[in-house]
């Protein structure tokens, strides 16, 4: 009975290195997304991703992020040439399926610091 | 494109009060889902309620419970017997019956003791 995790739980990297976030979701789980939360603030989508559909990249704020979910499971979220503005912590959060009733289930997030 | 509105950035109870915690949302859709999450300091967010659209009857769940003004487009959570463990954020969400949520920007509450 396993939740949401994600990993690594905090990350402290220097402007320009790359980054990769990692989000397993719950067993069984089809929607999976990708959010950004800067301190004391809400939260702003970035791209989701439901079964075997084509991602909703929407929210994605650059070309420098990029995002795939491998076998329908874990999803890696990628931060190229990382920027200070980037700093924040990235949540992912998966549910049943995308919409309707179904809640989200959130990892404790990924807490992103470029120096 | 939906969105979600909470005017109240910050909003403070004393332990045992009822506080109301507002949200307004913009659709054009006449079947879709409201939620209420909840992020206390330091941890992971967790649904607090949820209410279906085409349900008249407004949701509870022990001491929380919404006011669903469906015309109004208008979704409150009210706190009754607030607890010192209710301090959060609070966060309004708007889900269609496919697709992804729209969050509102989130109500930080501090209860008093």
């Known amino acids: 009975g396993a939740g949401v995790s994600q990993s690594p739980s905090n990350k402290v990297t220097e402007k320009g290195k790359d980054v990769e976030l990692r989000c397993d979701p719950i067993?069984?789980?089809?929607?999976l997304y990708w959010y950004r939360q800067s301190l004391g603030q809400g939260l702003e989508f970035l791209i989701y991703?439901?079964?075997?559909?084509?991602?909703?990249k929407s929210g994605l704020p650059s070309d420098r992020f990029s995002a795939e979910r491998t076998g329908g499971s874990v999803s890696t979220l990628t931060i190229q040439r990382t920027q200070q503005e980037d700093s924040a912590v990235y949540l992912c959060?998966?549910?049943?399926?995308?919409?309707?009733?179904?809640?989200?289930?959130f990892g404790p997030g990924t807490r992103l610091t470029v120096l | 494109a939906q969105t979600v509105t909470q005017s109240q950035p910050e909003m403070s109870v004393q332990e045992a009060e009822t506080v109301t915690l507002s949200c307004t949302y913009d659709?054009?859709?006449?079947?879709?889902?409201l939620f209420w999450y909840k992020q206390p300091p330091s941890r992971q967010m967790i649904l607090v309620i949820r209410q279906e659209a085409y349900k008249q009857q407004n949701a509870t769940e022990n001491r929380f419970s919404v006011n669903f003004q469906k015309a109004a487009k208008s979704f409150s959570l009210k706190i009754s017997d607030s607890q010192l463990g209710d301090a959060a954020m609070y966060f309004c969400?708007?889900?269609?019956?496919?697709?992804?949520?729209?969050f509102g920007d989130g109500t930080t509450l501090t209860v008093k003791p």
């Open positions: 959060a998966s549910s049943l399926r995308s919409g309707g009733y179904n809640e989200q289930f």
């Open positions: 659709t054009s859709e006449s079947d879709y889902y």
């Open positions: 969400a708007y889900q269609p019956n496919a697709g992804k949520s729209t």
């Open positions: 067993s069984g789980h089809t929607a």
């Open positions: 991703f439901q079964g075997n559909s084509a991602p909703d």
